[in-house]
């Protein structure tokens, strides 16, 4: 996973409440069976047009927001599908943040195992950074995770974060093999779980031939 | 003495390897079990393989194809499409590699995954079930934590049989009454999400009580639990009761001595009287009317009776905006009759509303009568096993009589991840859970409603009133 420390580059306004996994990556691109090739779904029916051609009145089609390493967004974003692809998508396609007041619980932890940083900032700073990402003259801001600060020409917004979310994506960590390394423990929570529940193990898989 | 604690409080406390800070706010939560499908899971096995490791329980795992496969009602192997042959082909290479057993496309148990794992007692209350998808809630029927995770995560369960969890703030939501003739549990919980919003349990695991939610069959405490997601929470839950019992008895295949310790134990998973809540929040069962969608988010709901709203009349400008870009997606002119909304499509099917109680109560309407000119209705059974018994009890014969096409089971049309679509712009009554921007096609037009809601917009080519259909048998 890539570290996330300081990150500078444009952000783009996205305000629409409740922006769904299934608009952030289409079904059509769900078909794959590696991460490959997601960066041409994210936002695709938003992007393209329905002869294929880009769509000028999406944001991130338009001169000042092409580049965007940053998205402002409105409230629940994410919600939906549990389909981690919208986030391998959006990483694609050169997202590294999330500037919002709230996301739906999977969608926040699928970006936490890919270096997605999703900041949630306090409701009432939303219209002022919904005015710097507005406006292309503005929107170029610099977000350091160590400081919690995002910084902007004429301002800045500091966040709050898990301490644990944010030693996470600054360490870039495999929490695979953070969590193996402590498998003594796991076995032997494990062992003292199913002992004293044995109806757990007995019922394995059972009734799992047809009744009829 | 003890902290009070909830039923929430007390399936995670139960599951905790360690904490990772002083509160137990953030743990290691040990994981009983999972169910994989074909479209989540390949990057997580790639990782793994990549990674040399093994999976660390097998047998807490079962593989379902449900996402990618055809309906069509003769079965085969191959699929026509290349990206779901592939999907298919890999999944059962990877389940063959690491000893997961899978229920394929011909096997006589494939089903919705959130269908089959219940009905062949997979689930047990206490249980915490994480899988690659989000209506895991379902299992909170039965007492048990089921949530939804990404495939990253599936792949850190794989490996280890946990995952790394911040613990949720509490909801109770309490139904007390009883529910009005043609009000269903899908109506209980699309009126929830319509007064909470979408986000509304967003960072919460909800609880249900209250009168009407224990008179409710498993069945219907599925289908809550199932769209509690739509409004966001991450875990929603149901004490279990004689009824979950009665449900589970036949189903694990337990021994008596073993099966009378588990129900002791499953009987204290209950609140405590004086537990802490974040929120509460009561909906009278008398209250509530069978409910449609009118936009492009799940609380974008009216009773059937109501007309669809004027953006003019919102006076935040950003939910205005919102409001006036379902509306153009969903083709709706505000003040329309919901009852007056044409549809081209009629759908029974999903993990949410295509279980066997749904299939008898939608048939009861439609026996006898024949869906409207025009109007293209199909049902896809839950499971293959929900579509035997439907078969052994005549609902086929009655479904096809009406002109309802009668399907292979799978998540079809709910997703339309396989070939069951909306072309742009046709208009779909549809017992599923989610009525997004191109969910069931692109340019296509969900409104979510009950099964039985359905077969009433398929037998009138409209929205309709159920409850204006007595069985004519």
């Not at chain 2, 139904?175 to 909470?196: C, F, H, N, Y």
Request: hydrophobic residues 40%.
């Amino acid at each position: 996973m890539e570290p996330f420390t300081i990150v500078e580059g444009i952000a783009a306004p996205l305000p629409a409440a409740n922006v769904d996994t299934d608009v952030i990556m289409p079904k059509k691109f769900l078909k794959g069976v590696d991460r490959a090739g997601l960066r041409d779904g994210v936002f695709h029916d938003l992007r393209f047009d329905e002869a294929g051609q880009l769509n000028n009145t999406f944001i991130l089609n338009q001169a000042g927001w092409a580049d965007a390493a940053f998205l402002v967004v409105g409230p629940n974003f994410g919600c939906g599908s549990s389909r981690e692809h919208a986030v391998w998508g959006l990483r694609q396609l050169g997202i590294r943040a999330l500037i919002g007041t709230t996301y739906a619980g999977i969608f926040f932890d699928n970006c936490a195992r890919n270096g997605l940083l999703a900041i949630t900032l306090e409701p009432n700073r939303m219209a002022e950074i919904f005015a710097l990402a507005t406006d292309s003259a503005r929107n170029r801001l610099s977000i350091d995770l160590a400081a919690q600060l995002i910084t902007a020409a004429d301002g800045s917004f500091a966040f709050d974060i898990d301490p644990l979310l944010k030693a996470s994506l600054i360490a870039g960590l495999d929490t695979v093999g953070v969590t193996l390394a402590n498998s003594h423990a796991i076995r032997a929570f494990e062992r003292n779980y199913l002992a004293d529940r044995p109806w757990l193990a007995a019922a394995q898989g059972a009734a799992s031939t047809p009744s009829s | 003495m003890q902290r009070s604690r909830t039923l929430y409080d007390k399936v995670v406390d139960a599951h905790c390897v360690s904490s990772f800070d002083d509160e137990g706010r953030q743990v290691l939560l040990y994981v009983d079990r999972t169910v994989l499908n074909e479209y989540t899971s390949p990057q997580a096995f790639s990782g793994l393989r990549e990674a040399g490791r093994a999976v660390w329980r097998p047998d807490a795992a079962l593989g379902v194809v449900d996402h990618v496969n055809p309906t069509a009602p003769l079965r085969v192997r191959e699929m026509a499409d290349a990206g779901g042959q592939r999907q298919t082909s890999y999944f059962a290479e990877n389940c063959r590699d690491f000893g997961i057993e899978l229920f394929d496309v011909l096997h006589p148990m494939q089903g919705i995954e959130h269908v089959v794992m219940p009905e062949l007692g997979r689930v047990m209350p206490g249980m915490v079930v994480a899988a690659g998808d989000s209506h895991t809630t379902t299992y909170g029927a039965f007492g048990a934590l089921g949530f939804g995770i990404g495939t990253s995560d599936i792949e850190h369960y794989l490996a280890t049989q946990t995952v790394i969890y911040r613990r949720l703030k509490s909801m109770r939501v309490e139904v007390d009454g009883t529910l009005q003739s043609g009000a269903t549990p899908k109506d209980v919980v699309m009126s929830l999400i319509r007064e909470i919003g979408a986000a509304g349990a967003t960072g919460y695991a909800i609880e249900f009580c209250g009168t009407a939610i224990e008179a409710m069959s498993v069945e219907g405490r599925m289908t809550i639990c199932n769209m509690a997601v739509e409004c966001g929470a991450r875990g929603a839950l149901i004490a279990p009761d004689n009824k979950v019992f009665d449900y589970l008895e036949p189903r694990v295949g337990l021994d008596h001595d073993l099966w009378c310790r588990a129900v002791a134990h499953w009987r204290t998973l209950k609140s405590d009287p004086d537990a802490d809540w974040d929120r509460r929040v009561e909906i009278p069962a008398a209250s509530i009317e069978p409910m449609v969608t009118w936009g492009t988010s799940p609380d974008q709901a009216l009773p059937i009776s109501g007309v669809v709203p004027d953006p003019a009349d919102e006076t935040d400008l950003a939910r205005r905006r919102d409001l006036e870009r379902s509306l153009t997606y969903m083709g709706l002119q505000p003040g329309t009759r919901l009852e007056d909304v044409a549809i081209d499509r009629a759908f029974i099917g999903s993990c949410t509303n295509a279980r066997i109680e749904d299939l008898r109560a939608a048939a009861a309407i439609v026996k006898g009568r024949h869906v409207a000119g025009g109007v293209r209705a199909m049902v896809v059974p839950g499971s293959s096993a929900v579509k035997r018994q439907a078969e052994r009890e005549g609902l086929d014969r009655i479904f096809i009589e009406a002109g309802f096409e009668w399907r292979q089971s799978g998540c079809s049309m709910c997703l339309a991840m396989n070939d069951d679509v909306l072309a742009p712009g046709e208009r779909c009554a549809s017992s599923t859970n989610r009525n997004f921007e191109g969910r069931q096609g692109s340019g296509g037009r969900t409104h979510l409603m009950s099964p039985v809601m359905v077969a009433a917009a398929a037998l009138c080519g409209r929205l309709a009133d159920s409850r204006q259909f007595v069985p004519l048998s």
